[in-house]
């Protein structure tokens, strides 16, 4: 074979030397420029992120708001509202709870308040049953223990239940078997020597010992508390120790315990069960701090002023000695730290809530209930009160039917709510009437279609 030109071979290593390179360097300047496009591009996702994403996060939540919030009119009460503010938004209102009804802590105003929400939710109420198929306000109480059977209709309305408002004694465990699943537990406390009076005067079977003409009864009682404490207990009924502890769920074998590690150990695993507890002397504040955990409106915490079962005796207020106090927190002495304790908690949520309008809510709250009670008070054949947009609620009026409402005793509302449940259950009656005509016709005709089969292949 002939060997190429020596010029030849020289002219190729030139070409080598010459362009290979030329060739790595055009590839070394590519890597480069990908690596900077890449740098570049991941720097702009950064600042995407950082920067666009809130902008799309909050369009999309406008959007959403604007969804949820459609115009809803309440007719039951007929306080019309327009929708949800978007300040007041925090999703789907709460409608599983129920309510530990304290005797004598503001507890029937409360009741009216969750009553009329379950009324216009159409929830479904334990309702006591009875052989008459009607009760005053009490479901189970003194009785520690509730069962479904406790409730009206409980065969047909069992696995719906989402609301008790009758007086009860908490206990979760037993509640939680009757109660839709995810139901919220709320309570009240009001402080402990104003609820002694009020109690004590209530009730009869506190001064049925005493000579009714006596200038302070409670302070007699004070006195020497064990003694009158056994003649209560000698006529069967519970007496005046700890009595909100009790209802609360503090472990009634507990009750005379002055070990307070044991007092707050107990009471430190009742608020693991509470959602909130409303404080009496707090009662708007309370609200509004319960409308925003609940997502409820502000329409819905509307209430009367009017104090239900208001006592007027003058040896009420009568001021007690040092040793009567000192008898009365002896014992008393779970109530108080109870108090204490949940009073600190609700302050802990104020302190959460402040930076959020919190006192300016609370404000705008009492100037409403204010205007309402004041055209309600008044004759109402003038136009309907209107209420124009705040912060927390769009356009709505009020009229004499919302009034009516508003003064509705909570026994009425029970009952109103009773009869709104088992006009439904009747409803349901018929829709399982036809479902189960249904099924016997289909089972029927599958019959005779089967004789008429076994007919043509008999011999």
């Known amino acids: 074979m002939r060997n190429k030109p020596r010029w030849q071979k020289n002219f190729f290593c030139y070409l080598l030397q010459v362009l290979v390179p030329s060739v790595m360097e ?62 007041s938004y925090c999703g789907d209102p709460v409608t599983n709870f129920v309510f530990i009804k304290v005797h004598k802590t503001g507890s029937d105003s409360t009741a009216v308040v969750l ?98 003409e006596h200038d302070n009864p409670l302070g007699e009682f004070l006195d020497t508390p064990e003694y009158y404490e056994y003649l209560i207990r000698r006529q069967g009924v519970l007496g005046a120790r700890n009595f909100q502890a009790f209802v609360m769920g503090f472990p009634p074998h507990m009750l005379r315990t002055q070990d ?30 319960f409308r925003r955990k609940f997502c409820w409106d502000m329409y819905d915490i509307l209430h009367s002023a ?47 809530e402040t930076g959020r309008g919190f006192w300016e809510e609370v404000a705008y709250l009492k100037e409403l209930l204010e205007r309402v009670n004041t055209y309600c008070s008044t004759e109402q054949n003038e136009s309907p009160l209107a209420v124009p947009a705040s912060k927390w609620h769009k356009p709505f009026f009020v009229d004499h039917t919302l009034c009516a409402g508003l003064g509705r005793s909570p026994r009425k509302w029970a009952d109103k709510l009773f009869d709104q449940m088992t006009g439904r259950d009747k409803i349901w009656k018929k829709i399982n009437v036809t479902e189960n005509k249904s099924v016997d016709q289909s089972q029927s005709g599958n019959e005779t279609s089967a004789a008429i089969e076994i007919g043509n292949n008999s011999p």
């Open 260 to 289: 307070t590690e044991v007092m707050d150990k107990a009471i430190r695993q009742l608020n693991e069960s509470y959602t909130f507890v409303i404080i009496t002397e707090y009662y708007e504040e309370s609200l509004v701090i």
């Open 115 to 212: 009553l009329r929400f379950a009324y216009n939710h159409h929830m479904i109420m334990c309702y006591p049953r009875t052989f008459r198929g009607r009760h005053g306000l009490t479901l189970t109480y003194p009785s520690t223990e509730i069962y479904k059977a406790n409730c009206s209709r409980w065969n047909v309305l069992g696995d719906h239940y989402n609301f008790i408002v009758h007086h009860t004694v908490f206990n979760k465990t037993a509640m939680d078997g009757v109660m839709v699943p995810g139901t919220k537990y709320i309570g009240i406390l009001r402080e402990p020597q104003s609820h002694s009076r009020s109690v004590f005067f209530y009730h009869d079977r506190f001064r049925i010992f005493m000579k009714e």
């Open 26 to 87: 055009m590839a070394a300047v590519r890597r480069i420029k990908a690596l900077r496009l890449a740098f570049l591009c991941l720097l702009f996702l950064v600042v995407y992120v950082n920067l666009a994403g809130p902008i799309w996060e909050n369009l999309d939540l406008a959007m959403l708001i604007s969804y949820k919030q459609q115009p809803r009119q309440n007719l039951s009460d007929a306080v019309h509202v327009l929708g949800r503010s978007e300040e």
């Open 306 to 352: 009017k104090k239900i079962h208001e006592q007027h005796d003058p040896r009420k207020s009568i001021p007690l000695t040092h040793a009567q106090l000192q008898n009365h927190h002896r014992i008393n002495a779970i109530d108080y730290r109870m108090y204490d304790f949940f009073n600190m908690t609700f302050w802990e949520n104020v302190r959460e």
